[in-house]
Structure formats: C-alpha cells, structure tokens
C-alpha cells in the first residue's frame, strides 16, 4: 500500500529532488505543495501516475489550513510530510532590516509549525507519522552574513526536537537534515571550485539528500526521532 507523502517547496531545489526520487521507488503517492503552479503541474505530469500538486504561498499561514482542507476533501491522509519550503539571502546585521528578518523566519520555520500543527491532527495524518524538515549546516557554522537564515535554521532545528517529544504518545518522528552548500538553484551561479576550501568534499547533490529523507519517512528508521542530522561532504562545524 502506498504512503502518502506531502512536500513542500516542492517545485525546485530539494523538494523537487525529493519529488523525483519517492516517485521512482514506486511506493508512494505525492502531494506537491509551491507557490509555483506552473512548476508544480510540469513536474507533476513528468512524474505520472499518483502525484497531485497544490498552489500555496506558504508565508501565508491562512493559506496553511486550506492546504489540509484540500486533503481531507481528497481523503489524503499523511504518512508523511517533507518541509522544503525556505529562502536564503546574506546580509551583515548592520544592514539587516527588520522586514527582511521576519520573512526569513516566516518561511523557514513559523510556517513549518504551523503546518506542523496541522500534520500532528488525528484528522490529517496516521500513526507514526514521519515529518522531516530542510534545515541547515548553517545552523551550526554561523558565517559572517547569515544572522537572518542562521537564527531561522536554528530555530527550526529547536523546533523539531520541541515537537518530536511532545507527539511520542502517537509515535510520530519529527526530524531535520542539516546539509552544507547543495547544488540548487539557491547557490547561484557560485561555482565547486568556490567552496571546496570550505566544503572539501564539492558540492552535495540534491538526490543524496533525497536518499537521507526516503530512509527518515520509511519504517527503517522508526526510532529516530527529535534529530537533526548534517549532512556536511568535509564541512567543519
């Protein structure tokens, strides 16, 4: 029986990896969440049979309860939820304006509680439950330039082990992967040869990635809860 799995952000980047990745294995029916719809119904249709696509701008937590509206109307109970939504961006803090500040930690974790919120309900998701959250290396090296994502990251990372402990009566898993420079659109044109100093090993591929979250939803590792894993290809941190 197939497990369904809603992913967020799922129109480039991770989520889209992610996306890829589950529909290859045959064992799951997606749900693809993003602000792009056009991108969400190419990749849907690329990827064929049980993978249905949603249009939702997440910084809008009203938009979060019609999300889970639409699920219950198509009887799409999760087994799983993948949280890739986010947005980067460097600034020092002597220039970092407060409303820049409170987008970032909007998207990458106040709309992840919030749709947390409603993955947890009896009503939206089965017992045992797996939600896995895209945070950051960052999170943990804190490079000039980065308060904004860096305090955002962490407060995620906070976040997953806060709920992990408080959903352990239904034996839901709540963790985030942690991972260093990716090779996504969100690097730019910033080539490997830029960040082997920093990253020896080059740059992580989006589907390794993929393979870490495919083991965190599957029943292989259904003791691991409240965790935030690196992801580092030689990183220190």
Known sequence: ????????????????????????????????????????????ND???????????LQQTDNIGKVFEYCKKNSFVLNGLVYCAGIAGNYPIRSLSQEFLLKMMQI??????????????????????SIVAISSLSSLTCYPGTAAYTMSKNALNAAVKVLAKEVLKRRIRVNAVMPGYVQTPM??????????????????????IAALIEFLLSDKSKK??????????GMAF
């Not at 889209?16 to 792009?36: D, M, P, T, W």
């Open 1 to 44: 029986m197939r497990k369904n799995i809603m992913i967020t952000g799922a129109s480039s980047g991770i989520g889209e990896a992610v996306a890829k990745y589950l529909a290859q294995s045959g064992e799951y029916s997606l749900l693809l969440i993003a602000r792009n719809v056009e991108k969400l119904q190419t990749l849907a």
């Open 47 to 57: 990827l064929g049979d049980h993978v249905s696509f949603l249009g939702c701008d």
């Open 108 to 129: 990458n974790c106040l709309s992840f509680i919030e749709m947390a919120k409603f993955a947890i309900n009896r009503k939206f998701s089965m017992e045992e439950c």
């Open 187 to 208: 690097m730019g044109d910033t080539a490997e040869a830029d960040i082997v100093d920093e990253q020896p090993w080059g740059y992580i591929d989006p589907e390794e």
């Open 224 to 233: 691991i809860t409240g965790a935030n894993i690196p992801i580092s290809a």
